[in-house]
C-alpha cells in the first residue's frame, strides 16, 4: 500500500507506555491502491498483469491522524459516509493496517465492526456464539457460563436455534452485540450497529454502555444517531476526507456538523 520504506511502515497496536492512555494514533494514514481496468474475466485480468497494463490510483482514506484518547473516555465518531470512520475503527482494532504512522492500544478490545463479521451463515445462533466468543478470546467455560445471559439479553428466544443465514440485519445486530458485551472489555468499539434494531433491544444497549463506561471501558463510538452520542459520549470526533475534522464535547461538534450540512446541501441546490 502506498510504496513507503519499512522503516515507515507502522507498529501494529504497540502497548501504551504513557499510564491512564487507551488509544495513541501518531501519524497514521492509510492508502487503498485501486485498478483503474475493471477486468472482465482473471484472463484478461492476467492479461494485463504480464504485459504490464495494470494501472492504479491511489485513495487515502485516512491521512496523518494523530488521536490520544485516555482509559475510560466514551468518544463518539460522526461524518459522512465515506469520511473514514470505519477505516479508522479498523485500524484501531488490528483489521487494517495502516500504510504509515504508528497505532497504540492498551487491553483486550472487544469490536462490532460490520452486522454479521465473525458469524458462519450455514451455523445457528447458538453455535455461533461459541464460535463468535472463541475468536474474541473466551475460554469454553467463560462461554458455557455466559450462554444463557447472552440469548436473554439478544431477545431471539427460540429463534437463536435457526442458522444465522436465516436472521434479519436486526437480529445480527442484536446477536453480535449481546456476544461482544457479554464480558466487560477494556476497549469497546462500535461502528453503527446499533442503527437498526427495536426500541426495546436499544434501550437495553444504552443501558449496558453505560454499565460499560461505569465500569471504566473506553468507548468508541461511530454513530448518525445524534441522541446515541450526546447520551453515550463525554467526547466526539468529526471525520472528513480521511481527518479529524473537529474535537471536542458531543454538543459543540455536532451543531458544526449540522451546519456544515446544511451548507453543503444549500451549495448543492444552488449552484
Known sequence: MGGF?????????????AAGTAIRLDGVSLC???????????KEYLLHFVRGQLVYEKLWALRDVDLSIERGESVGVI???GAGKSTLLRVIS??????????RAVGRIAPILELGT???????????????????????????AATSAIVEFSGLGDFVRS???????????????????????DLLIVDEALAVGDAVFLARCHARL?????????????????????????????????????????????AGYGEERRSSIAADENP
Open 32 to 42: 487503498y491502491r485501486l485498478a483503474k481496468q475493471r477486468p472482465r474475466s482473471l
Open 94 to 103: 488490528g483489521v487494517l493496517r495502516a500504510t504509515r504512522g504508528r497505532v
Open 118 to 144: 465473525g458469524f458462519d451463515p450455514e451455523l445457528t445462533g447458538l453455535e455461533n456464539i461459541r464460535l463468535f466468543a472463541l475468536f474474541l478470546g473466551r475460554s469454553h467455560r467463560e462461554i458455557d
Open 210 to 254: 453505560a454499565e460499560f463506561r461505569r465500569a471504566g471501558t473506553t468507548i468508541l463510538l461511530v454513530s448518525h444517531q445524534p441522541e446515541l452520542i450526546r447520551a453515550s459520549c463525554g467526547r466526539c470526533l468529526r471525520i472528513e476526507g480521511g481527518r479529524i475534522a473537529a474535537d471536542g464535547d458531543p454538543e459543540t461538534v455536532l
Open 79 to 81: 461524518g459522512r459516509n
Open 163 to 185: 442458522p444465522v443465514r436465516n436472521f434479519s440485519s436486526g437480529m445480527l445486530a442484536r446477536l453480535g452485540f449481546a456476544v461482544v458485551t457479554a464480558w466487560i472489555p
Open 5 to 17: 520504506p519499512p522503516d515507515e511502515r507502522p507498529d501494529s497496536l504497540l502497548p501504551v507506555s
